[in-house]
């Protein structure tokens, strides 16, 4: 079992970066896909990006392409989102997950990260 916790959010204006923390604890992690998500109020949960286990592979939305990076360091537990240029319709509540058999299946509480324009 995994458990993840994220941390790093905040407010922010238009056209500037954040990086979010994945903490994750379980004997499994370096054996997990872990990814990111986000909530926009009103709106369903969206797929941004996931890193597979090696931190070899990477695969992200279109939507956050080319501003977005994905990392982990598995000595330590830890994912992270850096996340550059961001819009106002970057606002969102931001979860990280743990995918175990082909489902993402360990979430954390979610971190908020709201852009101002």
């Known amino acids: 079992q995994v458990q993840v916790v994220e941390s790093g959010g905040g407010l922010v204006q238009a056209g500037g970066s954040l990086r979010l923390s994945c903490a994750a604890s379980?004997?499994?992690?370096?054996?997990?896909?872990m990814g990111w998500f986000r909530q926009a109020p009103g709106k369903e949960r969206e797929f941004l990006t996931a890193?597979?286990?090696?931190?070899?592979?990477?695969y992200y939305a279109d939507s956050v392409k080319g501003r977005f990076t994905i990392s982990r360091d598995n000595a330590k537990n830890m994912v992270y989102l850096q996340m550059n240029n961001l819009k106002p319709e970057d606002t969102a509540v931001y979860y990280c997950?743990?995918?175990?058999?082909?489902?993402?299946?360990?979430w954390g509480q979610g971190t908020q990260v709201t852009v101002s324009s």
């Open positions: 379980g004997r499994t992690f370096s054996s997990n896909v």
């Open positions: 890193i597979a286990q090696s931190g070899i592979y990477t």
């Open positions: 997950a743990a995918q175990e058999a082909g489902g993402w299946n360990y």
